[in-house]
């Protein structure tokens, strides 16, 4: 190894040398970069070494920063990564800003050298994770099959050499930035919440009572109202009064429909409980969830679904604007609904449902309970070729999940499990989206309940908005082909990109929705994400 890398030392030495001596001092932070060799200039490791290496190749080897006033507003840039929800010093700013003023003192060429090279990578680093995100979510979810943006050295060096002639990286920076409106709704919501964290926390708000209803009175009336009015749910003026009227509970009733609860003004538990939120945590969501929109901004289409697992919702994107949204239930904590991309590739209106081996014990004890079972849900028994089997030749005293050899399949109708029609966009985890007769479940405000796949409140008009652009069906035409209560399946004539992600925060033109971590994933993402870049093993 050290053969190899003393000959590949040797060899871009010879090339690069003439121009490489004209400045020593640069040579001396490069020479280590150029042959592979881990490095680090002020204790600050170089994270983007092919990136960093490939630009000074095509700027000969010479200074990229060398007029001073233009890389102080560079800096000014680094700085501003905080309102992206990324750290400034993840770029190296408190040594770069160090570095600078001693340039303005005294000039010196090795410090020259050393911000050069440090700021180049500085910001290949920022415009890196703008792009893509700066946790890697393959290592936090093994479910993960989206494909990163893949960023070219020399194209990056060429954008970032024009871009510095141009005295333009400004521009350069915010088109790399997620173009989703979700994106900046929720960097508003940084910038506020940050206010009020800097502000100070309130007090805790108890009640007298356990429950404050609509009417009553309550010491803490006061404070609840001020509590409100930071937040911006409340715009009227504080006092003391303690009577918890009309106004109060319209203003009740916002916060309480932005966090997945109740919205009934009256204040018990849970509510109290968000009430109390601190506004750290506040700002702690949005920054992981400012991170999962990096994650998959930049391979988004035109049009596309997301199923926001997080919120029970699925969103139909056009343009990157919202156009239309359902309620959704998804898997239950222990058949997580899992994170992944797929292309919905066609649709089947009066669909069968196979009953997976995982689940097939349940129909076994049902049909113990009562033998009518599988006459009563639409049920037939087929061997391993799809052979029609005579459930009656089966000893289902003795039958288990491990025994049984056969599959259950279940008939189309409206008590099939899957609904009257599901949307298929093949994957290795057997998910896709489907009806389903169990509507109740979506008047929930937790909707965790299925078994891995997604169902849909809305079915029929998700079809329609589907095969209404380029394969021309009319919602008449699907209910016609619903009534007729035979299995068709419809292929889309351009795939429609399927995102299945998980959102604890985000935005709509009401303002920002707040949902329960329900599969208890923030606090790994956030500890990657404010873990320093260096000491970062994600």
């Not at 429950?211 to 010491?219: C, E, I, M, N, R």
């Not at 997945?260 to 003004?265: F, N």
Request: proline share 5%.
């Amino acid at each position: 190894m050290k053969i190899l890398r003393y000959t590949a030392l040797l060899s871009c030495l010879s090339i690069c040398m003439p121009v490489l001596a004209e400045n020593q001092y640069l040579q001396q932070q490069l020479e280590p970069i150029l042959i592979g060799e881990s490095h680090s200039i002020e204790g600050q490791h170089i994270h983007s070494p092919e990136m960093t290496v490939a630009t000074y190749k095509a700027n000969s080897f010479e200074r990229v920063w060398d007029d001073n006033k233009y890389a102080k507003q560079a800096l000014n840039l680094i700085a501003q990564a905080e309102l992206e929800g990324l750290s400034p010093n993840d770029y190296h700013f408190d040594t770069l800003m160090a570095l600078a003023n001693e340039i303005e003192k005294r000039g010196a060429d090795a410090v020259e050298a050393q911000f050069d090279v440090l700021m180049t990578d500085a910001v290949m680093t920022y415009a890196k994770h703008l792009i893509r995100g700066k946790v890697n979510p393959k290592q936090l979810a093994a479910t993960w099959n989206y494909e990163q943006f893949d960023v070219s050295p020399d194209a990056a060096a060429a954008s970032l050499l024009k871009h510095v002639k141009s005295k333009s990286l400004d521009k350069g920076l915010e088109n790399l930035k997620p173009v989703l409106p979700h994106y900046k709704r929720l960097k508003d919501a940084l910038v506020f919440y940050r206010e009020l964290d800097a502000t100070g926390e309130l007090p805790d708000f108890a009640l007298q009572n356990k429950v404050l209803k609509p009417g009553q009175s309550d010491p803490a009336v006061p404070l609840l109202r001020q509590k409100l009015k930071r937040l911006k749910y409340f715009d009227g003026s504080n006092n003391d009064a303690t009577d918890y009227n009309d106004e109060l509970v319209t203003a009740v009733k916002r916060f309480q429909n932005a966090h997945q609860v109740a919205d009934d003004g009256v204040i018990g538990n849970a509510t109290l409980k968000l009430l109390n939120k601190d506004y750290s945590e506040y700002v702690n969501d949005i920054l992981v969830n400012l991170e999962r929109i990096r994650w998959v901004d930049n391979t988004l289409t035109e049009r596309f679904l997301v199923v926001n697992i997080a919120g029970y919702l699925l969103y139909l994107f056009e343009d990157n604007k919202l156009k239309w949204q359902t309620n959704v239930v998804v898997g239950r904590n222990y058949t997580k609904t899992p994170i992944f991309k797929g292309q919905m590739s066609y649709i089947v209106m009066n669909p069968t449902w196979t009953v997976p081996r995982s689940i097939s014990g349940g129909i076994i004890k049902k049909m113990k309970e009562n033998p009518n079972y599988l006459n009563e849900k639409d049920f037939v028994v087929v061997d391993s070729r799809r052979n029609p089997v005579d459930s009656k030749s089966i000893d289902w005293p003795n039958a288990s999940r491990k025994n049984f050899p056969y599959w259950f399949v279940q008939q189309p109708s409206e008590n099939n499990s899957l609904g009257q029609i599901k949307f298929m966009f093949p994957n290795k985890y057997s998910i896709y989206l489907h009806d389903t007769p169990a509507k109740s479940l979506f008047q929930q405000d937790q909707r965790a309940f299925s078994h891995g796949c997604v169902r849909v409140d809305d079915p029929f008009t998700l079809a329609e908005k589907i095969l209404e652009t380029s394969d021309n069906w009319s919602r008449s035409e699907i209910d016609d082909a619903i009534a007729a209560k035979e299995t068709k399946k419809v292929s889309l004539s351009k795939p429609l990109d399927v995102l299945l992600m998980y959102w604890t925060v985000a935005g709509n033109d009401e303002g920002l929705q707040f949902y329960t971590d329900v599969y208890n994933r923030d606090g790994a993402l956030l500890k990657a994400l404010t873990t320093p870049l260096a000491n970062n093993t994600i």
